[in-house]
């Protein structure tokens, strides 16, 4: 198993997979930092533990890959339908807002010691890559600690019908269950999130463990979000474009920001990757937020394909929908 990965430290970065799934083109090139083609390869390997354990996880896997084929139709009918119509915005962020609060305190600020206050050039020189989608509690507390760690990565939604990020992990790692993470920098592959929170903190955290509760939390309230969004972030749009644009998004963010969450939302429903720039209380990343934007305020949006730049999440929601929807591409 082969996955090419190559190095910038530009905006728009895009992980090169096997060229029987995408048009080779669009993810064999990027730029490096002195503006030329590059490209490196690497092997990667699928984090592995003890047969025991393994097992336990695959149960536990298919468990919440089970539980959550059945909530997805279920909370499908109190979504509010297609998710690109006028919402309510009141109601629409009265229940990102409850969902937060159900989540505090994790996910809004970075986690002391964790950087130091070190340039965001000492993060990892590749970015992690994570295959995931909003909805999935454990995908949630795997943002929550790469909010906690000031990190930023590759996001490759994974919607239920999901047309190629599914596929993806599927053929990487063997088997479709998320969270995955790619780590190009250890030459890592790995499933389950509370493997992978550890590794992180383990891995960027300078030593130190995963903050109080952020684990444990997940099991008591790490579905509430999920429930009180009634699902949003969890299928694909049916009106999605299916193709792929040329180069990421870029949205600054943290994970427990009710507005930013209904962004991610978006995203996910479109299946479009993203870089997420996680703009946490203490970010060391927030100086780049207020060259883009001119506020410390998020969402915020970066569209290098069509130049567009975007600071409120209702004007982000919609140029979303109307740009990456299957009419707009026709």
């Keep these: 198993m082969q996955i090419s990965v190559v190095n910038s430290n530009l905006c728009h970065p895009i992980a090169s997979f096997p060229s029987s799934t995408f048009h080779s083109h669009r993810f064999s090139k990027r730029i490096s930092g002195n503006g030329t083609w590059v490209r490196e390869r690497t092997r990667l390997y699928v984090n592995s533990e003890a047969k025991t354990e393994e097992a336990a996880q695959k149960s536990s896997g298919n468990t919440t890959s089970s539980f959550l084929s059945f909530l997805c139709p279920l909370l499908k009918v109190f979504s509010g339908g297609d998710p690109s119509q006028q919402r309510n915005h009141t109601l629409e962020v009265a229940t990102s807002s409850l969902a937060s609060v159900a989540r505090l ?5 970075v986690s002391t010691g964790s950087i130091d206050n070190q340039d965001v050039s000492s993060n990892p020189p590749l970015r992690l890559q994570l295959f995931e989608f909003e909805a999935c ?16 990565v590759e996001v490759y939604p994974c919607p239920k019908g999901s047309l190629r990020h599914r596929e993806l992990v599927r053929r990487s790692g063997g088997k479709e269950m998320f969270p995955f993470l790619v780590d190009p920098n250890t030459e890592t592959l790995m ?11 383990k891995q960027y955290g300078n030593g130190r463990g995963p903050s109080t509760g952020l684990l444990e939390s997940t099991l008591f309230t790490g579905w509430m979000p999920t429930l009180l969004r009634a699902g949003r972030g969890m299928s694909l749009w049916d009106k999605a474009s299916t193709d792929l644009p040329p180069k ?5 963010s943290y994970e427990n920001n009710p507005y930013s969450r209904l962004v991610r939302e978006a995203l996910c429903e479109l299946e479009l990757p993203y870089v997420l720039h996680n703009i946490g209380e203490g970010s060391t990343r927030m100086i780049s937020l207020l060259n883009a934007s001119g506020s410390n305020k998020v969402p915020f949006l970066v569209d290098p394909n069509t130049g567009v730049q975007l600071g409120d999440y209702q004007k982000i929601l919609a140029y979303l929908f109307k740009t990456y929807s299957s009419a707009a591409s026709a």
Excluded: H, N, Q
């Excluded at 305190?105 to 600020?109: A, D, K, L, T």
């Excluded at 499933?191 to 903190?201: N, Q, T």
């Design 248 to 252: 990421m998004l870029e949205l600054f």
């Design 191 to 201: 499933y389950e999130s509370g493997d992978i929170v550890k590794y992180l903190f």
């Design 105 to 109: 305190p994790w996910g809004s600020r």
């Design 137 to 152: 509690p454990f995908c949630r507390r795997v943002r929550e600690a790469m909010t906690e760690l000031d990190l930023s």
